[in-house]
């Protein structure tokens, strides 16, 4: 704090009482940094909270997306009496939500759900999601055109296949992770060309080891998965727009709470968020010229973050949510230069948030986010759009 931006040196003692309580207010601001030890503070800000989801039924796993006009599709889980679907709304920019539709129309028991949305340059809307049949578990796919109507859906079918994570490259090639339940959670992975349909799925990692993995899809078809390996974080990278994988490469070795990912693309630099060390948030940051560089720890400082959501609305802006674990507190923060404060959006009330978070920018600065209730209601899907200036 040798560099402070404000200097006493010239107050003189006859300025008057305002300049008195100025420089009061001055020196108090500096005494609290140092004893805070905190590189940012977490103002409440003035947000306003949407339920979107009926209260008939039980909601959770909330997945958003927007395109490039701001139109926001915003999907869940809706668990009727056992019977599981997935379902969505969505809104023009500045417009007001649809009624509720179907997307999976399964009407099975435990059938439909962890849906994975984005779209992709041309403005179509993709989605998977876990679905099961008879005792299986499948992937299904779908997608909408723009001004079209959503396809009838796709099945990847590969063990006990749950968790999709679904991304598009500027080709058009869909690009698919998701984990075989049936043998240890491993790491699978498919590709959808877009005349030639689906490719074969491919096990980036098995032996029971692999958990939490999460995927990045670059515009030029490279994608990037990062994985827990026990007592390590690795990666691997699809080479061009085929499916061969590298050998996995070490990230981070040393033991530590990394249940919580995120990952984000701009471009062909790739964002990855963890539950880190001393339970903070960190952020590494990837590109060709430089390979992985961090983590980031300077900001938000949090206790034991989870429920982590990253987005990159532009080359040199990173936004990331997070669940403060110590208070409840959803919390958002971005980044340009340096962290802004971060922004309180719901706290420890009945939109406490307790399941997953999905977080999208648009460009101007605005922030959509979803997160289902906590223990306080696990039946609601919640909303807030805040403005990260």
């Given amino acids: 704090m040798n560099n402070t931006a404000f200097s006493l040196s010239g107050v003189e003692g006859g300025l008057g009482s305002v300049r008195s309580k100025v420089v009061r207010l001055l020196l108090l601001t500096v005494c609290f940094t140092l004893t805070s030890c905190s590189l940012c503070r977490s103002p409440n800000a003035d947000v306003d909270i949407e339920c979107i989801t009926p209260s008939d039924s039980m909601s959770y796993n909330p997945w958003i997306a927007c395109d490039a006009n701001g139109h926001v599709v915003l999907a869940w889980t809706r668990n009727v009496g056992g019977r599981e679907d997935v379902w969505y709304v969505e809104k023009d920019s500045g417009g007001d939500w649809s009624q509720p539709a179907n997307l999976s129309r399964s009407g099975g028991e435990w059938g439909s759900r962890n849906v994975s949305l984005c779209y992709d340059q041309s403005g ?20 909408r055109e723009l001004n079209g109507s959503w396809a009838v859906p796709e099945t990847i079918v590969y063990g006990l296949a749950v968790e999709p994570s679904i991304g598009v490259d500027s080709s058009g090639s869909v ?27 491919s096990v980036l990692r098995d032996n029971y080891r692999c958990r939490h993995a999460a995927l990045a899809v670059r515009p030029d078809g490279r994608c990037i998965v990062v994985y827990d390996d026990k007592d390590s974080l690795r990666t691997y990278w699809l080479s061009g727009r085929g499916d061969t994988w ?7 070795s040393v033991s530590r709470t990394r249940a919580f990912f995120a990952m984000a693309v701009r471009g062909n630099t790739v964002y990855f968020a963890q539950n880190g060390g001393l339970n903070q948030m960190w952020i590494w940051t990837y590109r060709d010229e430089a390979g992985w560089r961090g983590p980031d720890t300077l900001c938000p400082q949090s206790h034991a973050p989870s ?7 532009d080359d040199s802006i990173l936004v990331v949510g997070w669940k403060q674990a110590s208070s409840s507190k959803l919390m958002v923060a971005r980044r340009t230069s340096r962290w802004s404060s971060p922004v309180l959006v719901a706290g420890a009330d009945s939109t406490d948030p307790g399941w997953r978070m999905s977080t999208v920018p648009v460009p101007g600065g605005l922030v959509h986010l979803t997160w289902a209730g906590g223990p306080a209601d696990h039946s609601k899907i919640y909303y807030a759009s805040v403005r990260m200036e």
């Fill in 124 to 143: 179509a809307l993709h989605a998977a999601w876990s679905q099961s049949v008879g005792i299986a578990w499948v992937i299904f796919y779908t997608r």
């Fill in 175 to 201: 690009h698919l992770l998701f984990e075989d339940m049936g043998n240890g959670f491993n790491a699978c992975y498919a590709r959808r060309d877009p005349t030639a349909g689906w490719g074969p799925v």
């Fill in 246 to 252: 590298t050998s996995p490469m070490l990230l981070d």
């Fill in 307 to 313: 429920m982590i959501s990253l987005a990159a609305p």
